[in-house]
């Protein structure tokens, strides 16, 4: 880890551009790293911003003026409130003189400082009206490009939830922005009137119109007459222009689909829109006009989404002819821009439940365009191999898996399968259409219905009996296609054979194994009983792996699929094949421990073995005739193999991980019947965690708390165990101030511990001696900057408090609502003062439910208390100036709440302000 930088003096103007020039000239890549290093700190200090204006007063290069105009950014928009009030107007001053000063060409640095003035006039309230003052100041010709860079940035960073400002002041800037809008527009129409053969300006303008438009206002309701209008939309067809006009045309769509207060603007664009369809047909070849366009079509489509949803009349399914013209485009970039709207079209025609009546209309749109992208997933004809799962090619075809996942049910997944597979009718195919047929197939297969007997089995004769050699990719999609037919293969078993003598074959195309295994696992986990006749071709496979030269990852996905069919073998047979299957692993285990330095394959036979736990999952009703459990023989000689490992591996993070892992397995794999390897195991992890202080054996204790919590014959065994846990993790946790940083695997693991704990005998740990301790420790973490560690910590103190609630009505209520409210009574008002530190900036916002949800337990055992802990909090009587009276009355209104929902978005908000 890097040394922390600290920078305790303000270095010279010359030290900065020293800095500088290292950064961007010298070759040495540790001198550049230490220069950029070193100007990151500077850009946190508060010495940047005296250094930033005299960097852009002196403009010694590029590259200085540059950093400072992007430190006086980041400065405004996360320091601002290092400066006093009173140097507000001077920095304003300052940055619209160096505005003035930028000479032409220095876009990059115009942008930077636009910004920042843009970020000072939402921060400074102090500004009556910022709009007119930039239009004043920046007005003169020579100064026309610069005032453009800032309006159009200025509504952008208005509605930029990263500037932290009150609510009522980011609506007031609102207001103000939009009654003063008209200005903007006149402006823009006077520049586009004198500028109409200059691109570079038409571009500049087309941009500032579009931040508006989006924005909206006065100027923006009287769009419908402004010239520019039919110009936005005609300079989509210019090569200069159109990606400028394809924004802006997108905005003008964007703020008409407001019916009520932009009807006529509406009545005039949807024509104009529709008027593009043949200019897109004969510019398919320009990949720029026709994004522009494509651009606009999607945000049409997308705004009458609802009414077209709700009603799809047919005036409105011209929408649908719309996004299928687009899915024709060849350029799958171009296409993916109307995935929004399907995934749009499909969460509200799902969601509202809609009649059939109303899906069959959409019906035919979807297959035809699933049918279109048939060609967009499609190999390019030269292509050999084996497509690259890194490729642009697969990353398109993931986005077409997920949309497809998303309005599958539209047409329901067999009439897609039967409308794509009609492609291979032609004999005379390239295999480029084979290959992708069964690609989009795999899709949607898992969704297919065992009972469709007509689409699935034309697919698999072209599978099984193919009319052509199979190229390597070919082979690799059927195999994939195969694994997601699964369900359907376990209502159709006379398939199974044919599909699984099939899959063998993959193990000799090179690169392809991958899919077959994942199939093989797929079949054996759907299909289990009827794979039972393949075990021992299954063990055939993995006991030749080398010779089939599988990779590991290969291997293990046959593994667990032969795991899972030795769960349907006869009772009797079941100890004898787990033995066959995983019998070499735990051999393995035992000879490398009298020759430990065999790490790898040590790892290697544990994951194995793990895989074989996991995936035997039998039934009660398959015992054994004397009730014992069929893998008891392979957990009983496995335990002792993996006790001695612990103990020889103390040192090695990951091979504890492996083995607790395995162990964990082992466990579950036999649930209640592991009791009588409970004492042992319980001895081995409480003393390998206090010998290693390794999170895992934690981990490992909760999984034995959920197979034996709730028996009542191992409570007083599993108090002992918690209580020893305790003593160890509450001594780490101790150490000194950083000790919960520096141990959040402890934390998480210990806390998820006394959870499980609390659910499965809750009286029993209320009344322990622990508790207060445990309490205590939880209060200690409550600012632990660590997602995972944190959550399971605030999920301890919210499942502890909400016991009372749990408890209702139940014999223990009285014993429990007696114990928490002692807790609470003693210690209650510090976990609620740390709890709101966390709120108040010590805590990123994505942890705030969290915070939220102990805190509305708190609520519901005691109120009254509670609220007077949260109006005495420390924190409170010390928030920054930017927050506001009414803020902090919103925050204390949201305990009064009684809507969880409701109670947790008001705490959320206030934390907002903090960040």
Not at 64 to 82: D, N, V
Not at 124 to 145: I, R
Not at 174 to 195: C, I, K, M, P
Request: a negative charge; charged letters at 20%; hydrophobic letters at 45%.
């Amino acid at each position: 880890m890097e040394e922390k930088l600290s920078i305790q003096q303000p270095p010279s103007v010359e030290q900065v551009c020293e800095m500088l020039h290292v950064l961007h000239n010298n070759t040495d890549p540790n001198e550049k790293h230490r220069a950029g290093r070193w100007l990151e700190t500077l850009q946190k200090t508060v010495f940047a911003w005296e250094l930033s204006d005299q960097l852009l007063q002196r403009a010694v290069s590029v590259e200085a003026s540059f950093y400072a105009a992007q430190t006086m950014r980041t400065k405004i928009k996360h320091h601002f409130y290092e400066l006093p009030e009173s140097t507000h107007a001077s920095l304003r001053d300052a940055l619209l003189t160096h505005l003035r000063a930028i000479r032409p060409g220095m876009n990059i640095i115009v942008t930077q400082l636009s910004l920042a003035i843009a970020d000072l006039a939402v921060y400074m309230h102090t500004w009556p009206n910022p709009l007119s003052d930039f239009m004043m100041c920046l007005g003169a010709p020579e100064y026309v490009q610069v005032l453009l860079e800032v309006l159009t940035v200025l509504p952008e960073e208005v509605q930029d939830e990263q500037l932290r400002i009150p609510v009522p002041r980011r609506m007031d800037l609102r207001h103000q922005l939009g009654a003063d809008s008209q200005g903007v527009f006149s402006f823009l129409e006077q520049l586009f009137s004198t500028h109409t053969q200059d691109e570079d300006m038409l571009n500049k303008i087309l941009r500032c119109l579009t931040s508006w438009l989006f924005f909206g206002g006065s100027g923006a309701q009287n769009f419908v007459r402004s010239p520019m209008l039919p110009f936005v939309f005609q300079s989509m067809f210019v090569a200069g222009l159109c990606d400028a006009a394809g924004e802006a045309a997108t905005a003008v769509v964007y703020l008409s689909a407001d019916k009520v207060f932009q009807g006529p603007l509406r009545a005039t664009v949807v024509p104009l829109v529709f008027s593009l369809q043949q200019t897109f047909v004969q510019n398919m070849h320009d990949s720029d006009i026709s994004r522009a366009i494509a651009g606009v079509f999607s945000e049409l489509a997308e705004s009458e989404m609802l009414d077209l949803a709700r009603s799809p009349t047919p005036d409105r399914l011209t929408l649908m002819d719309l996004m299928l013209l687009v899915a024709r485009h060849p350029d799958p970039d171009i296409v993916q821009l109307t995935f929004n709207f399907w995934y749009a079209l499909g969460e509200e025609l799902y969601e509202s439940n809609c009649p059939d009546s109303v899906l069959n209309a959409f019906k035919p749109y979807l297959l035809m365009f699933v049918e279109a992208l048939v060609n967009h997933v499609k190999l390019p004809g030269e292509f050999d191999g084996l497509v690259d799962h890194r490729s642009d090619t697969q990353e398109f075809r993931d986005g077409v898996r997920d949309l497809l996942k998303e309005i599958a049910f539209i047409s329901k997944s067999t009439h897609i399968v039967q409308r794509v597979s009609q492609q291979l009718d032609d004999p005379a195919r390239p295999w480029q259409i084979t290959e992708a047929v069964y690609c989009l197939c795999s899709f949607v297969a898992d969704n297919v219905q065992p009972a469709d007997h007509t689409a699935v089995p034309k697919l698999l004769k072209s599978i099984l009996q193919p009319s052509a050699p199979l190229t390597p990719a070919v082979y690799e999609a059927a195999a994939h296609l195969l694994g997601k037919l699964a369900r359907w293969l376990a209502g159709n078993a006379d398939y199974v054979t044919p599909v699984f003598n099939y899959l063998m074959q993959g193990f000799q195309v090179r690169g392809a194994v991958f899919a077959t295994g994942q199939s093989i696992k797929n079949i054996c986990t759907e299909c289990r009983e009827h794979m039972v006749p393949h075990f021992a071709n299954l063990i055939q496979i993995i006991q030749a792996s080398e010779q089939l030269q599988l990779s590991e990852e290969d291997l293990m996905l046959i593994i667990k699929g032969t795991a899972r069919v030795v769960s349907q073998l006869k009772c009797t047979d079941i100890p004898q094949a787990s033995l066959t299957l995983a019998g070499p692993y735990i051999d393995t285990l035992y000879a490398i421990t009298r020759e430990p330095h065999r790490t790898v394959e040590l790892c290697i036979a544990v994951d194995r073995l793990s895989a074989v736990f996991q995936h035997t999952n039998v039934v009660p009703a398959n015992m054994l005739p004397d009730g014992s459990h069929p893998l008891w023989q392979l957990v009983e000689k496995a335990f002792p193999a993996i006790s001695q490992l612990l103990a020889v591996h103390q040192g090695n993070r990951r091979i504890t991980e492996q083995l607790t892992r395995c162990l964990k397995h082992a466990v579950r794999s036999l649930g209640e019947h592991y009791g009588p390897l409970l004492a042992p195991t319980v001895d081995l992890v409480l003393k390998q965690f206090q010998a290693t202080k390794h999170s895992s054996f934690l981990y490992m204790a909760s999984i034995l708390v959920d197979t034996f919590g709730r028996t009542a014959a191992y409570e007083a065994g599993i108090m002992d165990m918690l209580r020893s846990f305790s003593t160890s993790v509450f001594h780490i946790l101790s150490q000194d101030a950083h000790s919960f940083q520096n141990h959040p695997d402890i934390v998480e693991d210990y806390f998820r511990l006394a959870t499980r704990v609390l659910e499965h005998q809750v009286v029993a740990m209320v009344q322990s001696d622990i508790v207060i301790t445990t309490f205590q420790c939880a209060i200690a973490g409550t600012l632990l900057e660590h997602k995972e560690a944190n959550e399971a910590l605030c999920a301890f103190l919210r499942y502890f408090v909400g016991c009372c609630r749990r408890c209702e009505g139940t014999v223990s209520y009285g014993v429990v609502i007696n114990a928490i409210s002692g807790v609470l009574s003693q210690y209650g008002e510090q976990l609620v003062h740390n709890l709101i530190v966390g709120i108040a900036g010590g805590l990123p916002t994505f942890m705030i439910p969290d915070i939220a949800s102990v805190l509305w337990e708190v609520l519901y055992v005691s109120r009254d208390s509670c609220v007077q802990w949260v109006r005495s909090a420390p924190r409170l009587a010390s928030l920054p100036a930017y927050i506001s009276a009414n803020d902090k009355e919103l925050f204390f209104g949201a305990f009064a709440s009684k809507d969880q929902n409701a109670f947790r978005e008001q705490l959320r908000t206030f934390a907002r302000l903090f960040h």
